[in-house]
Structures are given as C-alpha cells and as structure tokens.
Nanobody
Framework: QVQLVESGGGLVQPGGSLRLSCAAS????????MAWFRQGPGKEREGVAF???????TYADSVKGRFTISKDTAKNTLYLQMNSLKPEDTAMYYC???????????????????WGQGTQVTVSS
C-alpha cells in the first residue's frame, strides 16, 4: 500500500530555512505527479508545490521564488526546500502523489487520495 512519511519540520525564525523530506513507498514514485500541501489552523488544505514525472515544477504564488520542490527517484524521496520563511508559512505540511496524473499536476487536493501524517512547520520569533 501507499506509504508517505514526512520529516524535517520544526520551529524556525522569520527569514530562516527548512528542508522537508517525504519518503514514499508502495507505488512507482517516478511515474506520477507529486505535491506538497499545507494546512494552517482553521484553514483549508492548499497546494504549495508540484512536480511531474518529467521533473517540471509549479508553485503557488505565495511561495514562488522562496520554495523549491525536488525529487530523488533513486531514493523515492520528495523534498521541499523552504527559504525566507514567513509567519504565514506556519502549517502542517503534507506530501501526496496523484496516481492518475503524470504530466499536468492538479492543484486540487481532491485529486490526491493518499496522505502522510504531515510535519509541522512553525515560523515565529
């Protein structure tokens, strides 16, 4: 079965950096779109960054230029490098595969059926 294990979250000051990792198993990691979503307190889950099977990336406007999504297909691991962090980036971060898409990644969380437990990112001074 699909398993996703996120790690790398923590408490960081505004302007700081974190690198999130997501270890994936139970499916052919290289074949599908992968995404990072986040959900803050009292907010809906929102898509942050997406990478298709070819390695093409897209980002939410709120993180463009600050976050970088990447993947290591040999390790079945997805990454999210987060720089210039802001308090509004505080949220639980989740990775997810879209097992029906490989080229044009959906930004809608309903397209993603499998989720990990998430990793908490808190940006505060």
């Amino acid at each position: 079965q699909v398993q996703l294990v996120e790690s790398g979250g923590g408490l960081v000051q505004p302007g700081g950096s974190l690198r999130l990792s997501c270890a994936a198993s139970g499916f052919t990691f290289s074949r599908y779109c992968m995404a990072w979503f986040r959900q803050g307190p009292g907010k809906e889950r929102e898509g942050v960054a997406f990478i298709n099977s070819y390695g093409t990336t897209t980002y939410a406007d709120s993180v463009k230029g600050r976050f970088t999504i990447s993947k290591d297909t040999a390790k079945n691991t997805l990454y999210l490098q987060m720089n210039s962090l802001k308090p509004e980036d505080t949220a639980m971060y989740y990775c997810a595969p879209d097992l029906e898409k490989y080229a044009s990644c959906s930004r809608n969380s309903r397209s993603y059926k499998n989720w990990g437990q998430g990793t908490q990112v808190t940006v505060s001074s």
